[in-house]
């Protein structure tokens, strides 16, 4: 089995991960979707957090040897992230969605020198979105981004671009497609689901509708 379809059997086991294509989830955004993820859940379960947490940790070593500085995203990447500084044994920092209303009005918490070299951790990509705004407050706080790991990306077309235009390397532990093979594989699902999801991948905005 390899290491994506190892963390995706993990996220099916625990249930970070749901799939029901015939009760689908209504997104924020207003999507109908098969699949509704939660990455937090996996810190209820130690022993896939510390799975989790060396996958990551064995990623930034092969792709970002130089890194210096780990960068959380709030929230759901805080303590993964804080937990992947720990054992490279480098310092932390996280960013906030938007800036503090009071106080020092921090958009980065921790600290951090200019022209560090700092590795992003996320949970989830759907779209890209909050996790490039993470990764611009960071370059305007002139930080060196090498890059961001996440655990699981849906791989939705306007994502990979979204990166490639911030020129941003993004590396994912486990993906949709990696998903709902392990899950036929395991017989979270049968064959007419597998069609169902893959067609929502294909087109999420019009799915279900």
Not at 133 to 160: H, P, S, W
Request: glycine content about 6%.
């Amino acid at each position: 089995m390899t290491n994506s379809k190892t963390i995706a059997n993990y996220l099916l086991q625990i249930k970070a991960i749901k799939l029901d294509p015939a009760n689908p989830f209504t997104w924020a955004s207003g999507w109908k979707s098969p699949i509704y993820c939660d990455n937090r859940k996996i810190l209820s379960f130690p022993q896939i957090r510390t799975q989790v947490r060396d996958a990551f940790a064995q990623a930034i070593k092969e792709k970002y040897p130089q890194a210096e500085l780990i960068a959380g995203v709030a929230t759901g990447a805080i303590a993964h992230g804080a937990l992947v500084a720990d054992i490279l044994g480098l310092p932390f920092i996280y960013v906030r969605s938007s800036a503090k209303e009071h106080g020092l009005t921090n958009l980065i918490e921790g600290h951090y020198e200019t022209g560090s070299k700092v590795v992003v951790i996320e949970d989830l990509i759907s779209t890209g979105g909050s996790s490039l705004k993470a990764v611009n407050a960071l370059r305007d706080a002139q930080c060196d981004v090498l890059g961001m790991v996440a655990i699981f990306t849906y791989e939705f077309e306007n994502a990979i671009r979204n990166f490639q235009q911030a020129n941003c390397q993004l590396t994912t532990l486990s993906n949709y497609s990696a998903l709902i093979e392990q899950a036929l594989t395991e017989k979270f699902i049968d064959e007419a689901q597998l069609q169902s999801l893959k067609q929502w991948r294909i087109a999420p905005d019009v799915w279900g509708i």
